[in-house]
């Protein structure tokens, strides 16, 4: 069974460079056109069933997957983003460094852990849910060819991370950007010689190539 991370398209909040998070922020016009693109393709993959984050940006992206694949979206709360708390939550990284100066230099002076803040959720919890969902998620469609989760940066990044054995610690080795793929082939019949789960690709935006690039936010 072929199983499709799908990061949601570019919203307002991304367009802002805000730290999202459980905010509500809808698609931009980019980002429409991102969805659309990333139905298209998902079109051609025999989607057996597609599962979404229920806040906005990645419900809208699902909807539109739904549509063209033929399925109907089911929604997962578990598959929502890291929720950063009141304390950073709808912020930009400007805001953040001006606000939470101690919490920036805990950032900048530790580059292998995460650091630690009233209000957030917290890593291990934030792992166990993503990693349950998706497992059960799995389970339920073994059979299937193909399923598609359409979710947010972080859940993806952490499912990679347990996929490959790693911790889920700083730096994150890879990017996922708006609107990418990222696909891992799981084996029916796992053995010595076929591994259980396969990472077939990671940040897949080709299909994206058309549509003109948001400019790059400067943070200082």
Known sequence: MRLLLVRHAESQ??????LQGRREFPLT?????QAQALASRLAGMHVAAVYASPIQRALQTALAIGRE???????????????????????????????????VAALVSNRSEFPHYPGEEGRDAFRERVCAAITEI??????????????????IV???MATLGREYARPI??????????????????SAFTPAAVV?????????????????????
């Open 173 to 190: 080795p890879f990017s996922i950007e708006n609107g990418s793929i990222t696909t891992v082939e799981l084996a029916a019949s796992p």
């Open 69 to 103: 694949c033929g399925v109907d979206v089911r929604t997962d709360d578990r598959l929502q983003e890291y929720d950063f708390g009141a304390t950073l939550s709808g912020l930009t990284w400007r805001e953040i460094r001006d606000r939470q100066p101690e919490l």
């Open 13 to 18: 909040g991304n367009a802002e460079g805000r």
């Open 158 to 160: 952490v499912h990679l």
């Open 138 to 155: 799995v389970e339920r469609h073994k059979a299937d060819n193909a399923v598609a989760l359409v979710t947010h940066g972080g859940p």
């Open 29 to 33: 016009e980019r980002g429409l056109e």
């Open 200 to 220: 077939t690709g990671i940040n897949d935006t080709c299909h994206l190539a058309h549509i003109e690039p948001r400019a790059k936010l400067r943070v200082d």
